[in-house]
Structures are given as structure tokens and as C-alpha cells.
């Protein structure tokens, strides 16, 4: 943890406890913030790693010291043009109050007093809303309110690289945005149990959660966080976290229950579940089986006890080491290659990734990307299909990829594909965040023939 810099209490006339309380949530925001920047790690990382070694925090500190820094990074892209230092001064105070505003966070005492310390210098004349802020555009002209001698604009929100490398449409812009600067609900699947069951077993857990109109086995277990390991539907594996945009792609894949599916990017199985969950609800007796690999060999481990905890057979792990195909040749009905990208269509839920990251990392992974869905496409059968998927939302790391994969191997070719969310049809699909309030996702799916 990187020490910042800390003002006395006195500087700021702290006098009340909710402002010293205040003042002291300030000191714990600021110093994570200065770690993300000055480590380079993901914000979620750098806050489990403080609360694991400072216990002293209840659930409501937890919540305060962690709300107010995701949010920081969520608005960031406004509030850096307003806090330039890297000081504790009152400008940091300002942002903080502010975003306490953008987010309609309940505690008042605390914004309250961060506005006081801001408000101290002649500098800032920081005020609450005086009306709710529901859109971007609202809050925009809110910020533009508080801080007049700066310009805000809604498309700050996200990196210029981002843009660079993105093609969005001038009419889908504010709508992106606007997803972008929310956080997504916890989307899950119903596995071995019917959709309904599983709600009414949510419910008996205190757990509101409802279906979806999208995936007869989706579920959408809102925005509270959930301590998985304390519901039975989690821990008898009839529930698995699974973001909505992410199922998509075995929707997509489509596997039928007699089918071997090869998953070769596999990570910790978030795919292979969901492939193998889709054979079972065809036929519980089918003789599908899939065949998860991964680089790192600790993810293949937790997929194992996940499989176990779903009570999954026909799920095996082969370790990709190196060159050599870790699976038969010419033998799978499916393969899917959920390829190593930026990311960038999961920034709802780590929006310190937008300010940490640069173009590089949409940029340095097609050869990879390329590498990758060129030897996993050995394992394809004649008639056999291979999907590629990624969670960016460049079309450098997607159709480009896919593209030059077809120029290399003309006998495969692109299957059309039916948006689940908005109906259209396409050759290859980007799920927007704002389609179905989701992560961002994109898939391909191409059949090997003659
Ligand atoms: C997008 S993540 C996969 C997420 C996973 N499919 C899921 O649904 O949870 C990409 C995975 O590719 C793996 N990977 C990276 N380079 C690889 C390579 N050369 N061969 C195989 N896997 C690789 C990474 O370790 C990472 O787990």
C-alpha cells in the first residue's frame, strides 16, 4: 500500500464526528486511489488486499471507503479535470462530494462534510443537486454547475483511445455511455433446476432475484453484493454467477447433448459450465463431454471443483503448455476460443481499467488472438463449428481477427447469427453494454467445411 500524503484534521476544521469520520474514510479513499494509479493493479485487487489486512472496518465503512472509490474511477474521466493534484486538498474534497451527488449515495453526513472542506477555499463553491440525477446528461450539467471554469462533456467519461479504437455510431453514443458509468446487476444460471425453483430457493435465502426475458435460465440477482457462500443454491452448484452478455456465448456455441465440445481458453470454466449445463437441460443422459485447456494451470483447477459442485460428468481438463494441440485433431463437434483481450466490455464492473490501461492493450494481442484461433481450429470435425468470442468491444481484437482467420482458412465459413437481445441478424456479433444491461461482449461462429 502506497502512503499518501495526510492533511491534519485541524486543516480542515474536522469538528463533528460525522466530520472526522468523514475526514477519515477520506485518508483510506485517497491512499487506495494513489495505490491503483501508482501500482498499476485493478482497484478490486489493491481493496481486497487493504480490508484483508485491516480488519478493523466494519460492513459500513467497507461500503463507504469502496462505493466512494469505484465511483471515483467511474466519473473520473470528469473529476481529473478537477482535482490535478495528487495532494489531499480540497479539490479532492470537491471530487469527493461530487461523486457522493453522481451516485445518489445515501450517506449525507459524510458528502456533507466533504463539500465543507472543499467549500473552505475560494476556490470551490460545491452544492448538492437540487434535483434527482438520472441521466449522464443530468449529471453533466450538474458538474458543469459546480465547476464552471472547466468544460465537461458526457463522452469524457471514456478514454479518447477508446473511441480511436471503437466503432461506435454517433446515435448509439450516449446510450454507451450512459451503461458505461452504471454498474451492471449480478446475472447468474439456473443449473440442474429449473429457473423457478431456483428463484423460490433465492427467495427462502432472502435473495430477490427474477428471470430474464432473454434465456429461459438466466437469472438476475440485482445489485446488492451476495455472500455466495452462505446461499445452498451457490454451494449445491444449482446456481452459477455468469454475466449476462458472457452467456450469450454458449448460446451462441449451442451444444447438443451428445457433442464433444473443446473449450481451449477455458479459464475457470465460466463457458464449460454453461455448455455443459445447456447439454444436460437437452438430455440428462447425454453422452456429451467437454474438454477444458488453459495456459494457467491453477484456473483449470478451480473449473474441476466447480464441475464437482454442479455435479457435472463429462467435464475434463487438458493443459495447452505449449505448441502442440493438447487434444485430438479433426475430433470435436465444437470448438470454442474464448480468446486473451483487453476487456474493455467489462469496464462497467472495474472502471478503474479505462484509466489504467492504454491503446496497447486492445493493440498488442491480435497475433495472439490470431495464433490462438489458428491451432485451436485443428480440432474442428468436417461439419464441426468453431466460435470465437471475446469481452472486447474493439473491432481490432474481433472481426479483425476473425477476418484475417477466413482469409487463412477458406474452408471455414461464417455462420449468420441472431442478436438475443435486439432480434437482428448479423454475420458477427457485438453485444453492447446497453443492449440487455450486461458486460459487452463479441462472437463469431464459423463451420469447418469440405
Ligand atoms: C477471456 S479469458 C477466458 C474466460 C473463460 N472462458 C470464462 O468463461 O470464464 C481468456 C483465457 O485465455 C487464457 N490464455 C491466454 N493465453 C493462452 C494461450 N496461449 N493458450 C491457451 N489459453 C490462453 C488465459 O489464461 C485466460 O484464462
Not at 2 to 19: G, L, M
Not at 107 to 115: G, L
Not at 137 to 148: I, L, R
Not at 250 to 261: H, K, L, T
Amino acid at each position: 500500500m502506497v502512503e499518501s500524503s495526510t492533511p491534519s484534521t485541524n486543516a480542515f476544521q474536522a469538528q463533528t464526528s460525522a466530520q472526522k469520520r468523514a475526514f477519515s474514510y477520506s485518508n483510506t479513499i485517497h491512499q487506495l486511489f494513489t495505490s491503483v494509479f501508482q501500482q498499476k493493479m485493478p482497484a478490486d485487487r489493491i481493496v481486497g488486499e487493504y480490508f484483508r489486512a485491516h480488519k478493523k472496518h466494519g460492513s459500513k465503512d467497507r461500503r463507504v471507503i469502496r462505493e466512494s472509490l469505484f465511483a471515483l474511477f467511474r466519473w473520473w474521466g470528469w473529476l481529473k479535470k478537477v482535482h490535478t493534484s495528487t495532494e489531499q486538498d480540497e479539490s479532492w474534497f470537491a471530487v469527493l462530494a461530487t461523486v457522493a451527488e453522481l451516485e445518489g449515495h445515501s450517506w449525507s453526513q459524510f458528502s456533507e462534510a466533504w463539500q465543507s472542506f472543499a467549500n473552505q477555499s475560494d476556490k470551490f463553491n460545491v452544492q448538492p443537486s437540487t434535483q434527482p440525477l438520472v441521466t449522464v446528461t443530468d449529471k453533466c450539467h450538474f458538474v458543469q454547475q459546480n465547476f464552471a471554469e472547466v468544460s465537461f462533456d458526457t463522452k469524457d467519461l471514456l478514454p479518447q483511445w477508446f473511441w480511436d479504437v471503437t466503432d461506435v455510431s454517433p446515435e448509439n453514443e450516449l446510450a454507451l455511455i450512459e451503461a458505461m458509468s452504471s454498474r451492471p446487476p449480478i446475472w447468474g444460471r439456473a443449473q440442474k433446476q429449473s429457473t423457478a425453483q431456483l428463484l423460490s430457493e433465492l427467495q427462502r435465502d432472502d435473495i430477490t432475484a427474477t428471470g430474464s426475458e432473454f434465456f429461459t435460465d438466466s437469472v438476475n440477482l440485482g445489485h446488492k453484493s451476495i455472500n455466495l457462500n452462505a446461499i445452498k443454491p451457490y454451494l449445491q452448484g444449482s446456481l452459477e454467477i455468469q454475466d449476462l452478455g458472457s452467456q450469450v456465448i454458449g448460446q451462441v456455441c449451442n451444444p447438443q447433448a451428445s457433442d464433444n465440445w473443446w473449450d481451449t481458453c477455458s479459464g475457470a470454466g465460466g463457458k464449460s459450465l454453461q455448455l455443459r449445463s445447456l447439454m444436460f437441460n437437452q438430455d440428462n443422459n447425454g453422452t456429451g463431454t467437454i474438454t477444458a485447456s488453459d495456459i494457467r494451470k491453477k484456473p483449470l483447477e478451480e473449473l474441476l471443483k466447480r464441475a464437482k459442485r454442479a455435479g457435472f460428468k463429462g467435464i475434463s481438463v487438458a493443459a495447452w503448455k505449449d505448441e502442440t494441440l493438447p487434444v485430438t485433431a479433426n475430433h470435436f463437434d465444437g470448438v470454442l476460443v474464448d480468446a486473451p483481450c483487453s476487456c474493455t466490455g467489462t469496464w462497467r464492473r472495474n472502471p478503474d481499467m479505462r484509466w489504467l490501461d492504454d491503446t496497447n492493450v486492445v493493440n498488442d494481442k491480435h497475433a495472439l488472438q490470431l495464433d490462438i484461433l489458428t491451432r485451436s481450429a485443428k480440432a474442428v470435425k468436417l461439419d464441426g463449428q468453431l466460435v470465437y468470442a471475446t469481452c472486447s468491444l474493439s473491432p481490432v481484437e474481433n472481426e479483425h481477427v476473425v477476418n484475417a482467420f477466413l482469409a487463412q482458412h477458406p474452408h471455414f465459413a461464417l455462420l449468420p447469427l441472431q442478436h438475443p437481445f435486439t432480434g437482428q441478424t448479423t454475420k458477427q456479433l457485438t453485444v453492447w453494454p446497453q443492449d440487455a444491461n450486461s458486460d459487452g461482449m463479441f462472437v463469431a461462429k464459423m463451420r469447418r467445411k469440405a
